[in-house]
């Protein structure tokens, strides 16, 4: 590990499991992510990955009558204490969704309004702080001339990284991408998954995908997760080789020769 | 019958319904026109702003004070509603618990409903003695915006909460994510997605407003003459039809059906603003 | 944390939160003021007997059967109308024609300004046109027709909101089934949406119930037991109103028929809300 990730936060899970109102959506997941690597979750639909993902920065929250058991540490700090400062906690762990969600005002406001937001109120600092996030994103060259154009119009794959532009801004240590790729199309689905490879080692980043080429050109880590008994749990954890290549349980074999799900 | 002929018959019918509730505006339109001609024809467009005063019986036409009255009872409840009607959908919409939330809008409905001889009867025997104590008469363009604003408040606070009921829940995820703030989620982004939802209903309300009639009758007072204050008595457009239709005769009566084209011409208005603003959509 | 300084004071969150709460708190503390104003002062009076018997005295004494028997004959002649009428624009604004057919659109837009014409101005045609023109004078008549075209827009709109929410499916398979159209409407489509139309009909009384200006000077005033639909009847709200406003000393029961009146509004408002609450949720 070299000196960047040093600083960088590992996440860890403990018999965390989430209900939404009655229904389990998954349960008794212990999971251990280190730092400032790229682990991939994978498993089939409705599995509990993104409730999974939902729990780490507690974005669960706002889902009415959603109920979390067990626990999550942020090195060494578990997050669903009572004491712990929300705003802080999200914006050490930054989010991205499956579907681009620019807010529906220009390029530029999208970035600023976070920033100003969490006190950065100087004009300069806000330019300079965009810039280099969207050329942290490789967005910088397309959009440099429309910054104040509608970031409607931008093309799909544009306003995904503009999301993980607007993550990035506000310079979190850990980053949850749910399915990132899986609404663009594959030229820029794969601009996307260069972008995140990219981010490796600057970051602790977590990313579900379906697409288990994609978890293993990119991931470091891979878990999966599957549904037995009417919730999602975890079947198999370990380093990307060790999963795609040795795994031990029946169903990681199948499902990564593609038989299942 | 054959299936054809009755299928046949059944569109005709239905078809010939829906043209019949569709012109119905026209006779309503037609009928103020022919019976406010003579007077527009004899009186002039003029005198309705140009006379002494309205008094009809002597041949004077002003119509301005209750057009003011109008105006004023109008501007002034919507102004104040519109803070308290959006603010009501906010707290249903976004700082209510679920379960109070969906009480408080209830409410709304039942507040809606409550038919406007209520609303100006507590308002004339509560609100008037309760004004009256702080300057007579009581009856008053004051206790005129009050009511008012009672009664156009839900229908603010109902399409307000319905367009940001709209918002998609995508935004609320993402400014969470990015730990927003609660209030700047809504002033960013909520306001600006379900804004033109919420102007819709505040055309709505301006247009309630303007024609409600008995309420602001029963609490304003009636003199004929522009308001000084707050608490002076005044006289709307509405209120004057209702008080002297009874007995208006000749050019009088259709005096007063050239103030209901007036109302008219408002209701025109503010649909054409609406149209102008459901045109532009949500995303401009 | 880097060069981003700590989260900002959150005081204006807290500032929004207090506001908005105080809204909501105010507008329900007004709202259970009026109501309950109207219940304790009308509840003294309220019986069988304030119900059956007749008034005396221009209403100072004595009770309200006449008035609810007038009433009674204005809703009635109100909704006979209104309602086939509705219903059949309704299917075929949502059934029989193409949301964008030029007619249709026509209709709609057509409906939009008729609901917002003030109540005061369908009084206006209401006067000229049935009690003058069509000769049937003041009467319960007039007054119910008045009415019926003041309801339609809202009867209308909830009629055909609850069509359009009938699955497509269902007319798919009917049409596959070779059923005609006719059989489709009133086998299929119509059993299906009827908690739609019972709440859009409980909307549309609610809304004739309470209206005052429109009858002012269509039905008139005469309190007196109507022999017949030509004869002029008081209805509830044009009763409160005439208490409360030229009758000195009729407040007390003003206030009990208002209670009445609010009770039948709130039990109609409420019913409709429930039925399609309880509806769209079976649904889902
Ligand atoms: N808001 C919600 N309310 C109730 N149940 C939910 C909610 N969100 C998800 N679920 C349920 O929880 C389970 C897990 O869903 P989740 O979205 O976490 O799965 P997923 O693995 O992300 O699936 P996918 O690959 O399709 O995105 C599913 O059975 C789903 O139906
Ligand atoms: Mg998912």
């Not at chain 1, 578990?78 to 620019?102: C, E, H, W």
């Not at chain 1, 999602?232 to 990681?252: C, K």
């Not at chain 3, 909307?203 to 039905?219: D, H, K, Q, Y």
Request: aromatic share 10%.
């Amino acid at each position: 590990m070299d000196s960047m990730q040093s600083n960088l936060p590992t996440i860890e899970t403990q018999n965390l499991s989430l209900f939404y109102d009655r229904t389990l959506a998954f349960t008794d997941v212990s999971l251990p992510i280190p730092a400032g690597c790229i682990t991939a979750l994978v498993g089939p639909s409705g599995c509990g990955k993104s409730s999974f993902l939902s729990c780490l920065n507690r974005l669960s929250d706002i889902v009415p009558k959603t109920r979390v058991t067990g626990q999550v540490y942020i090195d060494e700090t578990d997050i669903f204490d009572a004491a712990i400062d929300l705003i802080a906690l999200r914006r050490r762990v930054g989010t991205i969704f499956q579907k681009p969600t620019p807010f529906p005002f220009s390029i530029w406001k999208n970035l600023a309004f976070p920033l100003r937001e969490h006190g950065v109120k100087n004009r300069d600092r806000i330019d300079a702080a965009i810039e280099t996030t969207l050329k942290d994103v490789g967005l910088w060259q397309e959009v440099s001339d429309r910054l104040h154009r509608s970031a409607l119009s931008l093309s799909g794959g544009q306003q995904q990284r503009l999301c993980i532009a607007r993550a990035l801004v506000l310079q979190p240590q850990a980053l949850l991408l749910d399915e990132p790729c899986s609404a663009l199309d594959p030229i820029s689905s794969g601009v996307v998954e260069d972008l995140i490879a990219s981010l490796r080692g600057r970051y602790t980043i977590v990313i579900v995908t379906h697409n288990l080429a994609q978890a293993r050109r990119i991931a470091d880590f891979v878990a999966l997760f599957w549904v037995r008994d009417g919730a999602g749990r975890l079947v198999e954890y370990g380093r990307m080789q060790d999963i795609f290549e040795n795994p031990q349980d029946e169903l990681t074999k199948s499902y990564i020769n593609g038989i299942r799900g | 019958m054959s299936p054809f002929l009755r299928d046949t018959l059944l569109v005709v019918t239905l078809r010939s319904f829906a043209i019949l509730c569709g012109a119905i505006v026209l006779p309503i339109v037609g009928f103020l026109f022919l019976e406010a001609y003579p007077a527009i024809e004899k009186i002039g467009w003029v005198s309705f702003w140009r006379d002494r005063s309205w008094n009809p019986t002597e041949g004077a036409y002003n119509l301005m004070p209750m057009l003011w009255g109008s105006l004023f009872v109008t501007a002034g409840s919507v102004l104040v509603a519109i803070p308290l009607g959006i603010g009501s959908a906010l707290f249903s919409q976004y700082y209510a618990p679920p379960i109070l939330a969906r009480l408080y809008r209830r409410l709304l409905e039942i507040l809606a409903g409550i038919p406007s001889v209520i609303y100006g009867l507590w308002g004339l025997v509560v609100l008037v003695p309760l004004i009256w104590q702080i300057e007579p008469p009581g009856t008053s363009l004051l206790a005129g915006i009050v009511i008012l604003t009672l009664m156009i408040l839900p229908t603010i606070a109902l399409s307000a909460d319905a367009s940001f009921s709209k918002v998609p829940f995508a935004y609320w995820q993402a400014t969470t994510a990015l730990a927003v703030t609660r209030w700047s989620a809504i002033w960013h982004v909520a306001f600006p997605v379900a804004k033109s939802g919420i102007f819709a209903g505040i055309l709505l309300a301006i247009g309630r407003a303007i024609g409600e009639t008995i309420a602001v009758l029963m609490v304003c007072g009636n003199v004929v003459e522009v308001p000084n204050s707050l608490f002076d008595p005044m006289r709307t457009l509405t209120a004057n039809i209702a008080l002297e239709m009874a007995y208006a005769s000749e050019y009088h009566r259709s005096a007063l059906f050239v103030s209901g084209l007036l109302l008219m011409a408002a209701i025109a208005l503010l649909i054409f603003l609406a149209e102008i603003v459901n045109r532009r959509g949500i995303y401009e | 944390m880097n060069n981003l300084s700590s989260p900002r004071s959150p005081s204006l969150e807290t500032i929004v939160t207090i506001l908005v709460w105080a809204i909501a708190i105010g507008v329900s503390l007004i709202f259970a003021w009026i109501v309950g104003d109207i219940a304790w002062r009308g509840i003294g009076e309220l019986s069988w007997q304030f119900l059956i018997n007749y008034p005396e005295n221009a209403g100072r004494e004595g009770r309200i059967a006449p008035i609810l028997v007038s009433t009674a004959l204005i809703l009635a002649v109100c909704m006979v109308v209104a309602f086939p009428l509705g219903i059949g624009t309704a299917l075929w604004l949502s059934e029989l024609t193409a949301s964008a057919s030029k007619l249709g659109r026509l209709v709609g837009r057509s409906l939009d300004i008729l609901a917002g014409v003030p109540s005061i101005v369908f009084g206006l045609f209401g006067n000229a046109f049935f009690a003058k023109t069509l000769g049937l004078g003041f009467s319960i008549l007039s007054g119910g027709l008045t009415l019926a075209c003041m309801v339609l827009p809202i009867l209308i709109r909830s009629t055909e909101a609850g069509l359009r929410s009938v699955p497509l499916d269902y007319r798919l398979a009917a049409a596959a089934l070779g059923y005609s159209r006719t059989t489709t409407l009133f086998q299929l489509l119509l059993p299906s949406s009827a908690p739609s139309l019972l709440a859009g009909f409980a909307l549309g009384l609610g809304r004739a119930i309470g209206e005052t200006a429109a009858l002012i000077f269509t039905s008139g005033y005469v309190d007196r037991m109507p022999r017949s639909l030509f004869d002029s009847g008081r209805s509830l709200s044009v009763h409160i109103y005439d208490l409360a406003t030229n009758v000195a000393g009729g407040d007390a029961k003003a206030y009990t028929s208002a209670l009445v009146l609010l009770m039948l509004v709130v039990f109609l408002d409420l019913g409709a809300i429930l039925i399609l609450r309880k509806w769209l949720q079976g649904e889902t």
